[in-house]
């Protein structure tokens, strides 16, 4: 089993097998079972590597009760930036006159969600270069920005969010199958009813979040190629074993039959109250196969958080933000070629 983060190291240092042969003799097996953006996941260099086993995607999560309270009603799945802003700014608030906010429109949702959502490709695979100097992540880090001022300079806590002054925070599927259900709902938020919907659509992107696989794949040194490739099938490709995936599981099978069956909506609803409604499986299969996932780089994870930590800066600081997007992509792509 391969986590994402650790894949493309794993594929870069060859200490994995090559599936492409295997896929290509094996008339019992078809990739397009498969969502393809967990397919993808397991490719490195145009090369199958490993198999996808679990996915979860990123959702909106959206405090329902907030909403309701400030006579909003909840976001359709196709919202948009404007849609998140103009909600938020309604709903921040200093609701005690005591001249500090007590009220939240967002919590933990970042510049690389705005990125995600805005049509661009931030990492260039085969160059191993950052874009952060481009207009759609430009305008996707002003939108961070706009969102940020809302709050006066006030830092949103985990705290805000969990005893429900915050409207929306993106969360893995994973999360939202944990905390929906009895008896862990008990613990963490009992005092307010959410759900999950899409991310807004930027200006020139799409109601996409980042979907992250975990991986199975085989040793390059294997002795037993064949009964190695059946194991990989049963667990990455038996329906029944994927549908394990919802019972036993806090993720989402990376097979689109399994995802979108009618059992898998049940097993969904299983722990939950009545009023709760479960996430729409169509819903659930259109966020993982738009999705997006992490590039191919072996640098990937430290060069966001270095552009995570330098971006947060920029906007507090009240830098110009072309010219630091330049200056911050220059230090990235020099880190990147070391």
């Known amino acids: 089993m391969i986590l994402s983060n650790d894949f493309n190291q794993l594929a870069s240092l060859g200490v994995m097998k090559n599936l492409d042969e295997l896929i290509h003799r094996d008339q019992a097996f078809s990739k397009e079972e498969y969502f393809s953006t967990t397919l993808l996941s397991g490719e490195y260099r145009g090369i199958q590597y490993a198999l996808p086993y679990e996915t979860v995607p990123t959702l909106m999560f959206v405090n329902k009760t907030l909403l309701e309270k400030e006579g909003i009603a909840v976001p359709d799945s196709d919202w948009t930036w404007e849609d998140l802003y103009h909600i938020c700014k309604i709903i921040t608030k200093d609701l005690d006159g005591d001249g500090r906010l007590d009220q939240f429109g967002t919590y933990n949702y970042d510049w690389q969600d705005a990125v995600f959502t805005n ?20 305008n996707a880090v002003k939108y961070t920005k706009q969102l940020y001022e809302l709050n006066q300079g006030q830092k949103v806590t985990q705290e805000d969010f ?3 002054k915050v409207a929306f925070m993106p969360l893995p599927f994973s999360d939202y199958r944990t905390y929906k259900t009895y008896p862990y709902k008990i613990k963490k938020y009992l005092n307010f009813q959410w759900d999950c919907i899409t991310l807004p659509a930027g200006e020139n992107g799409g109601n996409i979040s980042e979907v992250n696989t975990l991986l199975m ?7 037993n190629e064949k009964l190695a490739w ?3 099938k049963l ?13 036993y599981s806090q993720g989402a099978s ?6 979108r069956s009618k059992e898998a909506e049940v097993i969904l609803q299983e722990y ?5 409604k479960v996430i729409d499986n169509e819903l659930l299969s259109r966020v993982i196969e738009q999705g997006t996932i992490a590039p191919k780089i072996l640098k990937y994870k430290e060069a966001v958080a270095i552009a995570t930590s330098e971006i947060q800066g920029i906007i507090e600081n009240d830098k110009n933000i072309d010219s630091s997007l330049k200056i911050l992509q220059r230090k990235i792509n020099q880190y990147l070629k070391q």
């Open 119 to 138: 049509g661009t490709i931030l990492f260039d695979e085969y160059d191993m270069k950052i874009n952060l100097a481009n207009d759609k992540v430009i």
């Open 162 to 164: 969990d005893s429900g």
């Open 217 to 223: 794949g085989i040793s390059d040194k294997t002795k």
């Open 230 to 232: 059946e194991f990989l």
């Open 235 to 247: 667990l990455t490709y038996d329906k029944e074993i994927q549908m394990d995936i919802f019972r």
């Open 254 to 259: 990376v097979l689109k039959e399994v995802t």
């Open 272 to 276: 939950m109250e009545e009023s709760e």
